[in-house]
């Protein structure tokens, strides 16, 4: 098979969740620009009406859903509409996934399961809709984006976050173990620190933010949604006709350097 055609996705149909977002939006283009079909969907109207023109602006059949993937019911719909519009799913990307932070000592119980529902049991309900449809096909790509606090842990109030992300890396795990004899591949892309306007802001407001990142990131420097393009589509493709189960670190080597380790042009070393 040739490079080409082993990331080519043309006749291909993706879903792609939060697609309105950074990470979302950088991961419906690459699969665009590859060839695919796409159901994007996000809470935001507006984001998603843009990027579609966009996609569609390059001969590409792109649907939009807007809703909230923590809505059983409104996940259903947006399945239906898939079955209606598309017929199939090849590839389902979780990338949607709010979250409420507070100390642990003080969270709000309703908090912590608002943060584990939207992270870990809504992406699950997503799962088990497309699973369901890729097992009949016998084929099938599911993605979700975790985090690196899935992993390690991160402080800073983020405990009901990094225990969602925990069970997104288990449930891809379990997943594949379930599916992938069946021809379902189930991945996870681990992410570091990634900068969007949110983080971006924080670190403005408060400089040390930025310098604590890049001290765990041997790399020398934080990422940028084009990083996570490469990953998207290899594990969409079947260029990982054979990788499945996998936690794939999108960090720039933060998880593999020891926390009291250090590194080259390290900040304040």
């Not at 879903?15 to 665009?32: D, E, K, M, P």
């Not at 023109?53 to 649907?63: D, I, S």
């Not at 809703?67 to 979780?94: A, H």
């Not at 004899?181 to 620190?193: E, L, P, Y």
Request: glycine share 12%; aromatic share 6%.
């Amino acid at each position: 098979m040739s490079i080409d055609k082993m990331f080519d996705l043309s006749g291909k149909v993706a879903l792609v969740t939060g697609a309105a977002g950074s990470l979302g939006s950088a991961i419906a283009t690459v699969y665009a620009d590859a060839g695919a079909d796409l159901l994007l969907v996000d809470i935001d109207g507006d984001g998603l009406c843009r990027l579609a023109k966009e996609l569609e602006g390059a001969g590409h059949r792109v649907c939009t859903f807007v809703g909230s993937v923590g809505d059983i019911r409104q996940v259903t719909e947006m399945f239906e509409l898939l079955d209606r519009e598309f017929g199939k799913i090849d590839i389902l990307v979780n990338v949607a996934g709010p979250t409420k932070c507070s100390k642990p000592e003080e969270v709000d119980f309703a908090d912590v399961e608002y943060s584990m529902h939207h992270i870990a049991t809504a992406r699950f309900f997503c799962c088990q809709q497309a699973g369901k449809r890729m097992l009949a096909a016998c084929k099938g790509s599911i993605i979700s984006i975790c985090s690196v606090t899935g992993i390690t842990a991160n402080g800073r109030s983020h405990m009901a976050y990094s225990m969602g992300m925990a069970a997104v890396g288990q449930m891809t795990r379990e997943l594949s173990t379930e599916w992938s004899g069946r021809g379902v591949r189930v991945n996870a892309i681990v992410c570091g620190q990634i900068t969007n306007k949110s983080l971006e802001q924080r670190m403005e407001e408060d400089p040390r933010l930025r310098k604590n990142f890049l001290r765990g990131i041997p790399m020398g420097r934080l990422g940028v949604n084009d990083d996570i393009k490469g990953i998207a589509l290899l594990l969409a493709s079947d260029a990982s006709s054979f990788i499945t189960g996998a936690l794939i670190p999108l960090d720039g080597g933060n998880l593999a350097k020891n926390a009291g380790g250090s590194h080259p042009g390290m900040p304040e070393f």
